[in-house]
């Protein structure tokens, strides 16, 4: 297959994006990305309820599951594992920030081939950077995962070394906020502290699973803020996303963590 | 006609734009709306130059002032007035916020009609609105005019009031700094005072060009932090853009200000 990613717009295969789509113009619209496993896609409640919430904190009438659910089922095989990413806009708009009178939410749903991660990436864990991009106070729009993401794409930038996996996200304050494409969990003993995502990041699915299902291993989470030192002194630090569910730290600066089976543990209760 | 509104993409009036483009996915590319008089693109150096700037500082190599000029030359008809609105993204990626190895900026114009303000506007003044949506401070984009813009649509939700021509925003400290689309000068005698924009908010080409003629008026320009106290004790309130040039306004919250030839003046020496 010459390409490994391909699209649908609107249900429709012909469509494209219209360059008046408000979701281009602006950043007006919304994301998820989430793993279609042999034709379903993984967690889809807890998907498509965080997408709904989304939607509705700026305001854009989420599309039904149904439909949504119909799109997936057109663009993935019954029984094809691969990463789909769905995306909704508000839709095409006139020049000008104020909504149309009459909007038509646009979605695009992209399916590329499913990520291999590097047999160390489990056993060992992940090299992580430390990002200088500081991701900004938006309390409006903290948590919600919406198509502004100029600072992830800047903090993606900060490194070409195939070794490190991802990148620390501080706020302007220094604390610790999130990975450019994945939340993070510290743990001391057997608690685990996650950012409070108030001010911003954004708070992932898998994230949201880890704190629901911890006390299947018997840890105890607690959501605040957390400083650099605070997360370098940590047992260990773990990131997570709903591509590979957990990843341990393996070494953030100067930093060294032995491999545990923290990690491993959080993919089985979350099942990936 | 029609339409009000056309574009061409990447040169060609067939294609449009690409789901996977990074200028959808992540708000990854800057703008520039400027109006076409004539056929010409007014103040074109200036428009230029600050899209190469914005490109820069996002790492996109922008593309050629001849092949803009180009689209817009087959865009516009000769003699034609209307307002153009350009878009230069990074282009297509592959998932994730790496950029790829190869990038191919896309770039895209759009046609609208030209827009025309009631008359009171020029000879009164416009009504403005205190947003609530602050600006949040990315001292590493302030000044750009990116396609992360999320914020002047929530802003621009505030009112639906047909009276209001504009909101102020704030950032999050209260100092004010824009409105959703213009720049703002207040003036105090014979100074004119414009805010700092080293946290947020855009440098638009009209709010340089009025700081580098205001002295043909025998105005001098402060650039400085301004308190909405400050905005609301002002001889008076002048908001910017490249479209209609400079309004005065009339009213904001409970003040009033009574019609003086300012707005009019910066016009005459911005030719609008």
Redesign the interface.
């Known amino acids: 297959m010459a390409h490994t ?1 391909s ?1 649908i ?1 609107n249900g429709s295969f012909e469509q ?13 619209g919304v ?1 998820r ?1 989430l793993v279609m496993r042999d034709g379903m896609p993984e967690c889809w409640p807890q998907h498509y309820q965080k997408l709904v919430a989304d939607c509705a904190m ?2 854009i009438v989420c599309p039904s599951a149904e439909l949504l659910m119909s799109d997936l089922q057109q663009l993935f095989l019954p029984d094809e594992t691969a ?1 789909a ?1 769905i ?1 909704i ?1 508000r839709g095409e708009g ?6 149309p009178a009459i909007t038509n939410p646009m979605r ?1 749903v ?1 399916k ?1 081939a499913i990520k291999t991660y590097p047999a160390t990436y489990f056993s060992e864990g992940v090299n992580l950077h430390i990002c200088n ?2 991701l ?3 309390p ?2 903290a948590g919600v995962k ?12 900060e490194w070409t070394d195939p070794n490190i996996t991802d990148g620390i996200m501080l706020d ?1 304050h220094g604390n610790v906020i999130e990975c ?2 994945a939340n993070i969990f510290i743990c001391f003993s057997d608690t685990l502290i996650t950012p409070k995502l108030d001010r911003c990041g954004i708070a992932g699915v898998t994230r949201q699973r880890v704190i629901d299902m911890a006390h299947l291993l018997g840890l105890t989470v607690k959501i605040e803020h957390i400083t650099l030192p605070k997360l370098l002194s940590a047992d260990e630090v773990i990131i997570t996303n709903s591509i590979y569910g957990a990843f341990q730290a393996k070494s953030i600066l100067q930093t060294v963590w032995s491999p545990t089976s923290l990690a491993a543990d959080i993919r089985k209760i979350l099942k990936v």
């Open positions: 990613q699209f717009v494209t994006v219209s360059p008046l789509d408000r979701g281009l113009a602006y950043g007006d994301f990305t700026i305001k990463i990413k995306i806009t006139e020049r000008g920030y104020a909504q695009v992209i590329s991009t500081p900004a106070a938006m409006l729009l919406h198509l502004n993401r100029l600072e992830n794409v800047l903090a993606r930038m302007e450019t494409a």
